[in-house]
């Protein structure tokens, strides 16, 4: 259901550390900061620029991950991390790409795409 600020959230994981993501279909990767990358013992990656809302930023893709949003998982996404602490990670395109996603009645739906 949409929160009160009018986002979507989900519960869910990257490599098993919980993490709440807000649903971000302008983002095109799972992005996540710095801090959540550590707990997640996630490798250093590769360094990139990436246009977020506050402009360009540097920050790093760390590549073959396992995402867990609710109760569907994907492997093998790349997942950006940023400088900056966030309490929520974004769950971009490169994850939403396996659902078909809809929005009715205040609620935002995810059913897993035909492979």
Sequence with gaps: ?????????LEGAVNGTPV???????????SIGSDLAARA????????FF????????GRIVRSQTIRADVFEVSGIAVAVMP????FGLLGQNFLRYFTVSQSDGK???RMREP
């Excluded at 246009?51 to 540097?58: F, I, L, P, Y």
């Excluded at 900056?84 to 309490?87: F, G, L, N, P, T």
Aim: proline share 5%; no cysteine.
């Design 41 to 48: 013992n996630l490798p250093e990656g590769v360094a990139g």
């Design 20 to 30: 709440t993501f807000l649903i971000d279909t302008g983002a095109s990767y799972v």
């Design 108 to 110: 935002l739906i995810l």
């Design 1 to 9: 259901p949409v929160a009160r600020d009018g986002h979507f959230y």
């Design 84 to 87: 900056a602490r966030s309490e």
């Design 51 to 58: 246009g977020t809302a506050n402009g360009r930023v540097e």
